[in-house]
């Protein structure tokens, strides 16, 4: 079977098809032997949509991960791993400064937020490897 996803690794810096949500959908239906018109069913969304949320150009609506836990019976740990990959999988995010934030940590998370598309790969993972020791 050919691979069907580009490489993702920071070194190519090339964008894979599919989303961590799209690429753990693709998991579950390959594990459970169904097309994505049986998961889209159960999920309550056309196969369209699911395909456009695999690809990350639609979000993905909260009603999705459980409705496809239940469809397929994904244990605890399955559904938590879906969580985490629509996470992954979210086109913004907010930094939530929290209520003893002072200027200097809004300078912070402002430079972050204008700075973050112009980084090079590099960058970003020297400030993941600090980020990862807190």
């Known amino acids: 079977m050919a691979n069907d ?3 993702t690794s920071p070194q190519h810096g090339s964008p894979s ?3 961590p949500f799209g690429e753990k959908l693709r998991a579950i239906r390959r594990e459970k032997g169904v097309l994505l018109i049986d998961m889209a ?8 949509f699911l395909s456009l949320m695999e690809t990350g150009k639609k979000p993905i609506p909260e009603r ?3 409705a ?3 469809g397929f019976d994904l244990g605890p740990k399955k559904t938590a791993e ?9 086109k913004d995010y907010k930094i939530h400064l929290g209520p003893t934030a002072n200027q200097f940590d809004r300078k912070v998370a402002l430079a972050l937020q204008t700075g973050f ?5 590099k960058k970003k993972a020297k400030i993941l490897k600090l980020l990862e020791e807190v």
């Open 17 to 19: 098809k599919w989303t």
């Open 41 to 48: 069913q159960k999920a309550g969304v056309s196969p369209g």
């Open 5 to 7: 996803k580009a490489d």
């Open 82 to 90: 879906l969580h985490e990959a629509a996470r992954l999988s979210a």
């Open 68 to 70: 496809i836990a239940a």
């Open 117 to 121: 598309a112009k980084m090079t790969t």
């Open 64 to 66: 999705i991960i459980p």
